[in-house]
Protein backbone atom coordinates (compact mmCIF):
# COMPACT_ATOMS: atom_id res chain seq x y z
CA UNK A 1 0.00 0.00 0.00
CA UNK A 2 1.13 3.59 -1.05
CA UNK A 3 0.13 6.52 1.31
CA UNK A 4 1.24 10.35 0.07
CA UNK A 5 1.29 11.75 3.58
CA UNK A 6 0.76 15.88 4.12
CA UNK A 7 1.46 17.07 7.52
CA UNK A 8 -0.40 20.06 7.69
CA UNK A 9 0.92 22.98 10.30
CA UNK A 10 -2.25 23.79 12.28
CA UNK A 11 -2.58 19.85 12.39
CA UNK A 12 0.83 19.76 13.89
CA UNK A 13 0.16 22.07 16.55
CA UNK A 14 -2.96 19.93 17.48
CA UNK A 15 -1.05 16.44 18.07
CA UNK A 16 -2.49 14.71 14.72
CA UNK A 17 -0.98 13.91 11.30
CA UNK A 18 -3.24 14.23 8.05
CA UNK A 19 -2.76 11.53 5.46
CA UNK A 20 -4.07 12.71 1.95
CA UNK A 21 -5.31 8.70 0.50
CA UNK A 22 -8.25 9.95 -1.36
CA UNK A 23 -8.61 6.66 -3.51
CA UNK A 24 -8.05 4.44 -0.67
CA UNK A 25 -10.77 1.65 -0.45
CA UNK A 26 -13.05 0.89 2.91
CA UNK A 27 -11.25 -2.19 2.98
CA UNK A 28 -7.67 -0.80 2.32
CA UNK A 29 -8.56 1.78 5.88
CA UNK A 30 -9.46 -1.02 7.58
CA UNK A 31 -5.82 -2.65 6.75
CA UNK A 32 -4.46 0.56 7.67
CA UNK A 33 -5.84 0.84 11.04
CA UNK A 34 -5.26 -3.09 11.70
CA UNK A 35 -1.71 -2.01 10.95
CA UNK A 36 -1.87 0.55 13.54
CA UNK A 37 -3.58 -0.69 16.24
CA UNK A 38 -2.57 1.56 19.02
CA UNK A 39 -3.12 4.90 17.35
CA UNK A 40 -6.58 6.69 17.61
CA UNK A 41 -7.75 7.22 13.51
CA UNK A 42 -10.40 8.44 12.00
CA UNK A 43 -11.34 9.37 8.33
CA UNK A 44 -13.40 12.47 7.40
CA UNK A 45 -15.37 12.85 4.74
CA UNK A 46 -12.91 14.12 2.40
CA UNK A 47 -11.23 10.85 3.21
CA UNK A 48 -8.63 12.08 4.66
CA UNK A 49 -7.11 9.61 7.02
CA UNK A 50 -6.65 11.23 10.57
CA UNK A 51 -4.17 10.13 12.97
CA UNK A 52 -4.37 11.16 16.67
CA UNK A 53 -1.88 11.77 19.35
CA UNK A 54 -2.99 8.70 22.25
CA UNK A 55 -4.95 10.13 25.27
CA UNK A 56 -3.13 10.89 28.29
CA UNK A 57 -2.95 8.74 31.49
CA UNK A 58 -5.41 11.24 33.50
CA UNK A 59 -7.77 11.99 30.98
CA UNK A 60 -8.12 9.06 29.68
CA UNK A 61 -9.10 7.49 32.95
CA UNK A 62 -11.86 10.09 33.28
CA UNK A 63 -13.15 8.67 29.82
CA UNK A 64 -13.29 5.43 31.77
CA UNK A 65 -15.57 7.24 34.39
CA UNK A 66 -17.91 8.70 32.50
CA UNK A 67 -17.95 5.01 30.40
CA UNK A 68 -18.85 3.63 33.75
CA UNK A 69 -22.11 5.44 34.31
CA UNK A 70 -23.44 5.05 30.85
CA UNK A 71 -22.72 1.29 31.16
CA UNK A 72 -24.40 1.02 34.24
CA UNK A 73 -27.69 3.02 33.02
CA UNK A 74 -27.54 0.34 29.94
CA UNK A 75 -27.42 -2.88 32.28
CA UNK A 76 -30.92 -1.55 33.90
CA UNK A 77 -32.76 -1.52 30.79
CA UNK A 78 -35.28 -3.67 30.35
CA UNK A 79 -33.63 -3.98 26.74
CA UNK A 80 -30.30 -2.96 26.87
CA UNK A 81 -28.73 -1.27 23.70
CA UNK A 82 -24.99 -1.47 23.12
CA UNK A 83 -22.24 0.32 24.79
CA UNK A 84 -19.20 1.32 22.92
CA UNK A 85 -16.09 2.96 24.22
CA UNK A 86 -13.41 5.51 22.19
CA UNK A 87 -11.86 2.19 19.64
CA UNK A 88 -14.87 1.78 17.65
CA UNK A 89 -15.56 2.92 14.72
CA UNK A 90 -18.92 4.26 12.87
CA UNK A 91 -19.47 5.08 9.05
CA UNK A 92 -21.72 8.01 9.23
CA UNK A 93 -23.54 8.89 5.86
CA UNK A 94 -21.20 11.81 4.32
CA UNK A 95 -18.70 8.76 4.35
CA UNK A 96 -16.67 9.84 7.40
CA UNK A 97 -15.62 7.21 9.88
CA UNK A 98 -15.47 8.93 13.52
CA UNK A 99 -14.43 7.06 16.63
CA UNK A 100 -16.40 9.03 19.49
CA UNK A 101 -15.19 8.66 23.28
CA UNK A 102 -18.55 6.66 24.31
CA UNK A 103 -21.69 6.03 22.37
CA UNK A 104 -24.57 4.54 22.78
CA UNK A 105 -27.31 2.77 20.68
CA UNK A 106 -30.22 0.95 21.17
CA UNK A 107 -30.98 -2.49 20.79
CA UNK A 108 -33.73 -1.15 18.28
CA UNK A 109 -31.75 0.37 16.19
CA UNK A 110 -28.56 -2.42 16.09
CA UNK A 111 -31.01 -5.08 14.86
CA UNK A 112 -31.97 -2.73 12.50
CA UNK A 113 -29.05 -2.74 10.84
CA UNK A 114 -28.19 -5.93 8.23
CA UNK A 115 -25.26 -7.82 9.57
CA UNK A 116 -23.12 -6.85 6.44
CA UNK A 117 -23.07 -3.59 7.77
CA UNK A 118 -22.27 -4.01 11.73
CA UNK A 119 -18.40 -4.75 10.41
CA UNK A 120 -15.96 -3.61 10.87
CA UNK A 121 -17.06 -0.33 11.23
CA UNK A 122 -20.56 -0.12 11.34
CA UNK A 123 -22.94 1.96 8.62
CA UNK A 124 -24.94 3.60 11.81
CA UNK A 125 -24.35 7.04 13.50
CA UNK A 126 -24.99 5.92 17.31
CA UNK A 127 -28.04 7.40 19.11
CA UNK A 128 -25.87 9.08 21.67
CA UNK A 129 -22.05 10.09 21.35
CA UNK A 130 -19.44 12.01 23.98
CA UNK A 131 -16.41 13.65 22.76
CA UNK A 132 -14.21 14.71 25.27
CA UNK A 133 -12.01 17.13 24.72
CA UNK A 134 -8.29 17.00 25.26
CA UNK A 135 -5.97 20.01 26.14
CA UNK A 136 -4.65 20.17 23.15
CA UNK A 137 -8.29 20.21 20.62
CA UNK A 138 -9.82 23.13 19.40
CA UNK A 139 -13.31 23.96 20.89
CA UNK A 140 -14.37 24.55 16.98
CA UNK A 141 -13.04 21.95 15.57
CA UNK A 142 -14.52 19.56 18.00
CA UNK A 143 -18.14 21.65 17.47
CA UNK A 144 -17.83 20.41 14.07
CA UNK A 145 -17.73 17.16 14.47
CA UNK A 146 -20.76 17.52 16.84
CA UNK A 147 -22.88 19.33 13.68
CA UNK A 148 -21.87 16.54 11.67
CA UNK A 149 -22.75 13.80 14.01
CA UNK A 150 -26.24 15.32 14.19
CA UNK A 151 -26.21 15.67 10.62
CA UNK A 152 -26.03 11.77 10.68
CA UNK A 153 -28.67 11.03 12.65
CA UNK A 154 -27.53 11.28 16.44
CA UNK A 155 -30.48 11.93 18.35
CA UNK A 156 -27.89 13.18 21.37
CA UNK A 157 -24.48 14.73 22.02
CA UNK A 158 -22.30 15.18 24.64
CA UNK A 159 -19.36 18.08 23.91
CA UNK A 160 -17.28 17.44 27.59
CA UNK A 161 -14.33 20.62 27.94
CA UNK A 162 -12.58 19.05 31.10
CA UNK A 163 -10.12 22.48 30.90
CA UNK A 164 -13.07 24.78 31.27
CA UNK A 165 -15.34 22.42 33.26
CA UNK A 166 -18.19 22.92 30.36
CA UNK A 167 -20.42 20.78 29.05
CA UNK A 168 -22.14 21.21 25.86
CA UNK A 169 -25.39 19.41 25.26
CA UNK A 170 -26.49 18.84 21.04
CA UNK A 171 -30.04 18.17 19.96
CA UNK A 172 -31.30 18.25 16.60
CA UNK A 173 -32.95 20.73 15.57
CA UNK A 174 -32.29 22.86 19.18
CA UNK A 175 -30.85 25.60 19.89
CA UNK A 176 -26.78 24.41 21.88
CA UNK A 177 -27.23 23.86 25.75
CA UNK A 178 -24.31 24.93 27.35
CA UNK A 179 -23.78 23.81 31.16
CA UNK A 180 -20.63 25.32 33.15
CA UNK A 181 -19.25 23.05 36.31
CA UNK A 182 -22.13 20.90 36.32
CA UNK A 183 -22.29 18.22 39.03
CA UNK A 184 -24.24 15.62 36.83
CA UNK A 185 -26.17 15.85 33.57
CA UNK A 186 -29.22 14.18 32.74
CA UNK A 187 -29.78 12.07 29.55
CA UNK A 188 -33.16 12.88 29.72
CA UNK A 189 -35.80 13.10 27.63
CA UNK A 190 -33.42 11.01 24.62
CA UNK A 191 -31.68 8.63 27.19
CA UNK A 192 -34.58 8.24 29.86
CA UNK A 193 -32.80 7.76 33.98
CA UNK A 194 -28.91 8.36 32.47
CA UNK A 195 -27.49 10.62 34.98
CA UNK A 196 -23.87 11.04 34.47
CA UNK A 197 -21.44 12.23 37.37
CA UNK A 198 -19.64 14.75 36.13
CA UNK A 199 -17.90 15.88 38.79
CA UNK A 200 -15.58 12.58 38.44
CA UNK A 201 -15.04 13.09 34.73
CA UNK A 202 -14.35 16.82 35.34
CA UNK A 203 -11.87 16.50 38.25
CA UNK A 204 -8.22 16.93 37.40
CA UNK A 205 -6.47 15.14 40.31
CA UNK A 206 -7.40 12.42 42.79
Not at 117 to 133: K, N
Not at 184 to 198: A, F, I, Q
Request: glycine fraction near 4%; charged fraction near 25%; include cysteine.
Amino acid sequence: MTLTITLENEIEKEGELVIRAPHLTDDEFYEFCQRNPLLPIERTKEREIIVMAPADAFGDSRNNEFSADLTFWNRSLTTPGIVFASSAGFTLANGAVRSPDAAWISAASWNALPANLRAPFAHIAPDFVVEIMSPSDRLKKVQDKMHEYLASGVRLGWLIDRTNRTVYVYRPNTPLETLDDPATVSGDPELPGLTVNMARVLQDSI
